[in-house]
């Protein structure tokens, strides 16, 4: 089983990127897709997630309306939509399945079986 996470690369403050994940292995349709991210001396944070099959999403407060997660189940991916990147987005973004995922552990690495190996972002002038 596995994720690919693609996508990242150097762009500039204001522009946009779309990072996508596929699965490998199994299918992930049912199961709660996430992004997170990690700048480098931080943390691991949550970015997004989309809630066991195509129902309700939720975002950090950090990229809310600059960001959308979304599925295609037929392809078995999952992408983020980035847009008005910020020079603070700079980092390297994981995207998680969870297969028994519930809401008190949506924005926790904890509630996540599997993971990608992360793309990198960079966002600076």
């Known amino acids: 089983v596995q994720l690919q996470a693609s996508g990242g690369g150097l762009v500039q403050p204001g522009d946009s990127l779309r990072l996508s994940c596929a699965g490998s292995g199994r299918t992930f349709s049912r199961d709660t897709m996430a992004w997170f991210r990690q700048a480098p001396g931080k943390e691991r944070e949550f970015i997004s997630a989309m809630f066991r099959g195509n129902t309700n999403t939720y975002y950090s407060d950090s990229v809310k309306g600059r960001f959308t997660i979304s599925r295609d189940a037929g392809r078995n991916t999952v992408y983020l939509q980035m847009n008005n990147l910020k020079p603070e987005d700079t980092a390297v973004y994981h995207c998680?399945?969870?297969?028994?995922?519930?809401?008190?552990?949506?924005?926790?690495?904890?509630?996540?079986?599997?993971w990608g190996q992360g793309t990198q972002v960079t966002v600076s002038s």
């Open positions: 998680a399945a969870g297969t028994r995922t519930i809401l008190s552990t949506i924005r926790r690495e904890v509630g996540y079986d599997y």
